[in-house]
Protein backbone atom coordinates (compact mmCIF):
# COMPACT_ATOMS: atom_id res chain seq x y z
CA UNK A 1 0.00 0.00 0.00
CA UNK A 2 1.02 3.62 -0.71
CA UNK A 3 1.14 6.24 0.92
CA UNK A 4 1.19 9.91 -0.99
CA UNK A 5 1.95 13.40 0.46
CA UNK A 6 1.62 16.73 -1.48
CA UNK A 7 3.38 19.79 -0.99
CA UNK A 8 4.10 22.90 -2.68
CA UNK A 9 0.83 24.91 -3.20
CA UNK A 10 0.18 28.19 -2.25
CA UNK A 11 -1.17 31.57 -3.85
CA UNK A 12 0.78 32.33 -6.62
CA UNK A 13 -0.25 35.52 -9.39
CA UNK A 14 -1.62 35.11 -12.84
CA UNK A 15 1.79 34.41 -15.28
CA UNK A 16 3.52 32.82 -12.21
CA UNK A 17 5.04 29.84 -11.50
CA UNK A 18 4.60 26.79 -8.68
CA UNK A 19 6.33 23.44 -8.52
CA UNK A 20 4.29 20.95 -6.79
CA UNK A 21 5.64 17.74 -5.17
CA UNK A 22 4.60 14.25 -4.33
CA UNK A 23 6.27 12.01 -2.29
CA UNK A 24 5.57 8.32 -1.74
CA UNK A 25 6.22 5.95 0.88
CA UNK A 26 4.86 2.23 1.79
CA UNK A 27 5.57 0.39 -1.43
CA UNK A 28 7.37 0.26 -4.65
CA UNK A 29 7.18 3.37 -6.43
CA UNK A 30 8.43 2.51 -9.41
CA UNK A 31 5.98 -0.13 -10.21
CA UNK A 32 3.08 2.89 -10.08
CA UNK A 33 2.50 5.12 -12.85
CA UNK A 34 1.15 8.69 -11.41
CA UNK A 35 -0.74 10.89 -12.38
CA UNK A 36 -1.95 14.64 -11.05
CA UNK A 37 -5.46 15.47 -10.44
CA UNK A 38 -7.25 19.08 -9.65
CA UNK A 39 -10.74 20.01 -8.34
CA UNK A 40 -12.10 23.36 -8.50
CA UNK A 41 -15.22 23.98 -6.19
CA UNK A 42 -18.44 22.86 -7.14
CA UNK A 43 -16.63 20.52 -10.36
CA UNK A 44 -15.46 17.14 -10.58
CA UNK A 45 -12.09 15.59 -10.16
CA UNK A 46 -10.20 16.24 -13.77
CA UNK A 47 -7.27 14.84 -15.14
CA UNK A 48 -3.61 17.04 -15.10
CA UNK A 49 -1.29 14.84 -16.54
CA UNK A 50 0.07 11.68 -15.92
CA UNK A 51 3.71 9.49 -15.70
CA UNK A 52 4.92 6.05 -16.72
CA UNK A 53 6.28 3.91 -14.47
CA UNK A 54 10.16 5.07 -15.68
CA UNK A 55 9.05 8.46 -16.49
CA UNK A 56 9.32 7.98 -20.43
CA UNK A 57 5.71 8.46 -21.28
CA UNK A 58 3.65 11.44 -20.04
CA UNK A 59 0.29 12.86 -20.65
CA UNK A 60 -1.12 16.19 -20.19
CA UNK A 61 -4.75 17.56 -20.42
CA UNK A 62 -4.94 19.65 -23.29
CA UNK A 63 -5.73 22.83 -20.68
CA UNK A 64 -1.92 22.25 -19.57
CA UNK A 65 -0.26 21.40 -22.22
CA UNK A 66 3.14 23.95 -22.82
CA UNK A 67 2.65 25.15 -19.39
CA UNK A 68 3.05 22.05 -16.91
CA UNK A 69 5.62 19.51 -16.72
CA UNK A 70 5.58 16.16 -14.78
CA UNK A 71 8.56 14.47 -14.01
CA UNK A 72 9.46 11.70 -11.19
CA UNK A 73 12.81 10.82 -9.31
CA UNK A 74 12.51 7.12 -8.37
CA UNK A 75 15.61 7.27 -6.91
CA UNK A 76 13.51 9.47 -4.43
CA UNK A 77 10.44 8.15 -4.68
CA UNK A 78 8.63 11.58 -5.34
CA UNK A 79 6.54 12.80 -8.98
CA UNK A 80 6.75 16.48 -9.50
CA UNK A 81 3.96 18.73 -11.79
CA UNK A 82 6.34 22.14 -12.30
CA UNK A 83 3.42 24.96 -13.47
CA UNK A 84 4.43 27.45 -15.37
CA UNK A 85 2.44 30.47 -16.81
CA UNK A 86 -0.33 30.15 -14.48
CA UNK A 87 -4.18 31.33 -14.74
CA UNK A 88 -6.52 31.99 -12.68
CA UNK A 89 -8.64 28.96 -13.71
CA UNK A 90 -5.91 26.79 -12.55
CA UNK A 91 -6.78 27.40 -9.12
CA UNK A 92 -7.77 23.85 -7.61
CA UNK A 93 -6.69 21.51 -5.11
CA UNK A 94 -4.10 19.47 -6.41
CA UNK A 95 -3.70 15.86 -5.87
CA UNK A 96 -1.41 13.31 -6.75
CA UNK A 97 -2.19 9.23 -7.46
CA UNK A 98 -0.68 6.17 -8.10
CA UNK A 99 -2.19 3.56 -10.53
CA UNK A 100 -1.08 0.01 -11.42
CA UNK A 101 -3.04 -0.60 -14.40
CA UNK A 102 -1.58 -1.84 -17.68
CA UNK A 103 -0.71 1.81 -19.28
CA UNK A 104 -0.88 5.23 -18.09
CA UNK A 105 -4.43 6.43 -17.41
CA UNK A 106 -6.75 9.35 -17.37
CA UNK A 107 -9.57 8.34 -15.37
CA UNK A 108 -9.95 9.08 -12.01
CA UNK A 109 -11.21 5.55 -11.67
CA UNK A 110 -8.04 3.87 -12.57
CA UNK A 111 -5.82 5.21 -9.76
CA UNK A 112 -6.37 2.82 -6.64
CA UNK A 113 -4.09 5.47 -4.17
CA UNK A 114 -4.66 8.99 -3.49
CA UNK A 115 -3.12 11.73 -1.42
CA UNK A 116 -4.95 14.38 0.40
CA UNK A 117 -4.50 17.55 -2.05
CA UNK A 118 -2.65 20.50 -1.95
CA UNK A 119 -4.41 24.20 -2.27
CA UNK A 120 -3.53 25.86 -5.41
CA UNK A 121 -4.50 29.47 -6.09
CA UNK A 122 -4.44 31.72 -8.68
CA UNK A 123 -4.99 35.81 -8.40
CA UNK A 124 -5.55 38.01 -11.36
Known amino acids: QVQLVESGGGLVQAGGSLRLSCAASGGTFSNYHMGWFRQAPGKEREFVGG????????SYADSVKGRFTISRDNAKNTVYLQMNSLKPKDTAVYYC?????????????????WGQGTQVTVSS
Open 51 to 58: ISLTGVFT
Open 97 to 113: AASTVTSLPKSVGLYRY
